[in-house]
Nanobody
Framework: QVQLVESGGGLVQAGGSLTLSCVIS????????MAWFRQVPGIERQFVAS????????MYAEFVKNRFIISKDNAKNTLYLQMSDLRPEDTGVYYC??????????????WGQGTQVTVSS
């Protein structure tokens, strides 16, 4: 059984940077893509970025373009999200997920437990 474990969240000042990691453990991941979503209380999970697990093509939500970079290390079975120029509105719980690569959370069947990112102003 495949499991996803995120790490790297924390408290950072506006303008700062963080890098999130998501380790895929258990069986080798055989899905099409991996993604990062984020969630704040009362709001649906919001797509942040996705990447093809084989090809490496990335896709980003408009509000993170030119600030966040999604990447992967297939040999380490690890997904990353490099976040820079962080803003208070980036605050939330960040989840990694395995699925279709689309914007829609319902197309992802595999989820981690999440890691909290808090950006102070």
């Amino acid at each position: 059984q495949v499991q996803l474990v995120e790490s790297g969240g924390g408290l950072v000042q506006a303008g700062g940077s963080l890098t999130l990691s998501c380790v895929i453990s258990g069986n080798s991941y055989s899905g099409y893509a991996m993604a990062w979503f984020r969630q704040v209380p009362g709001i649906e999970r919001q797509f942040v970025a996705s990447i093809s697990w084989i090809g490496g093509a990335g896709m980003y939500a408009e509000f993170v373009k030119n600030r966040f970079i999604i990447s992967k290390d297939n040999a380490k079975n690890t997904l990353y999200l490099q976040m820079s120029d962080l803003r208070p509105e980036d605050t939330g719980v960040y989840y990694c997920a395995g699925g279709s690569g689309s914007f829609y959370a319902y197309e992802y069947k595999l989820w981690g437990q999440g890691t909290q990112v808090t950006v102070s102003s």
